[in-house]
């Protein structure tokens, strides 16, 4: 009896450290990190006129532009950038929200923002966006002497997915082919470049 206890407690130990050992083996997926040029993001209006036109939405995971309904993460439009989570703020041509994306701005580059700080992650609502618009509210200044569009420097966009994965972006220009010295007369505006990082494992939250 007593040689029929050592065994299943042998059985069982060695459960334990099986179960250990995988998990401690769990292979995670490699870290991407992009560089997206010339996204389009037209938009209607402006200029005192009301704003319309269908958003440009954007999928982390895939990398790409998107007309899915639920697989997109964040979407475009002019300067204004939205998340998939939250409520819309009733601006025309919004589209649905589905998922559970959020975001927040922070302060530093790419290399030093190393964690997402979930407890800043805020979704889009009736009372603003997640990302701030305007001049000098989030990602960007406004010269209208100029009329230029330009990315603040040390501001880098955090979102949470749609499905609860992370990516970091830093956009560096809003003009098509991301001239060096950008002129609001000559390049064409509402084409995005940016740099981002996407983290596509679950629930880690690190880069």
């Given at each position: 009896?007593?040689?029929?206890?050592?065994?299943?407690?042998?059985?069982?130990?060695?459960?334990?450290?099986?179960?250990?050992?995988?998990?401690?083996?769990?292979?995670?997926?490699?870290?991407?990190?992009?560089?997206?040029?010339?996204l389009h993001a037209p938009q209607?209006?402006?200029?005192?006129?009301?704003?319309?036109?269908?958003?440009?939405?954007?999928?982390?995971?895939?990398?790409?532009?998107?007309?899915?309904?639920?697989?997109?993460?964040i979407a475009f439009r002019g300067?204004?950038?939205?998340?998939?989570?939250?409520?819309?703020?009733?601006?025309?041509?919004?589209?649905?929200?589905?998922?559970?994306?959020?975001?927040?701005?922070?302060?530093?580059?790419?290399?030093?923002?190393?964690?997402?700080?979930?407890?800043?992650?805020?979704?889009?609502?009736?009372?603003?966006?997640?990302?701030?618009?305007?001049?000098?509210?989030?990602?960007?200044?406004?010269?209208?002497?100029?009329?230029?569009?330009?990315?603040?420097?040390?501001?880098?966009?955090v979102f949470r997915t749609h499905?609860?994965?992370?990516?970091?972006?830093?956009?560096?220009?809003?003009?098509?082919?991301?001239?060096?010295?950008?002129?609001?007369?000559?390049?064409?505006?509402?084409?995005?470049?940016?740099?981002?990082?996407?983290?596509?494992?679950?629930?880690?939250?690190?880069?």
């Amino acid at each position: 009896m007593k040689t029929i206890k050592l065994l299943f407690l042998s059985i069982f130990l060695i459960s334990i450290v099986s179960c250990s050992n995988e998990d401690d083996n769990t292979v995670l997926l490699e870290v991407q990190t992009e560089t997206v040029l010339n996204l389009h993001a037209p938009q209607i209006g402006g200029q005192g006129q009301p704003i319309s036109g269908a958003f440009t939405k954007f999928s982390f995971e895939t990398g790409t532009v998107t007309t899915s309904d639920t697989n997109w993460d964040i979407a475009f439009r002019g300067t204004t950038i939205i998340v998939n989570g939250g409520e819309s703020l009733g601006t025309n041509d919004e589209p649905v929200r589905t998922g559970n994306a959020a975001a927040y701005i922070a302060n530093g580059t790419m290399a030093s923002v190393t964690e997402v700080d979930t407890d800043l992650l805020i979704a889009d609502s009736t009372n603003g966006y997640a990302i701030p618009s305007g001049s000098g509210n989030g990602w960007y200044l406004y010269n209208p002497q100029l009329f230029l569009v330009t990315p603040i420097a040390g501001k880098i966009l955090v979102f949470r997915t749609h499905d609860g994965r992370y990516a970091k972006v830093e956009i560096l220009s809003y003009y098509q082919d991301a001239p060096e010295n950008p002129n609001a007369m000559v390049d064409e505006g509402r084409y995005y470049t940016f740099n981002y990082v996407y983290q596509p494992n679950e629930d880690v939250t690190t880069f």
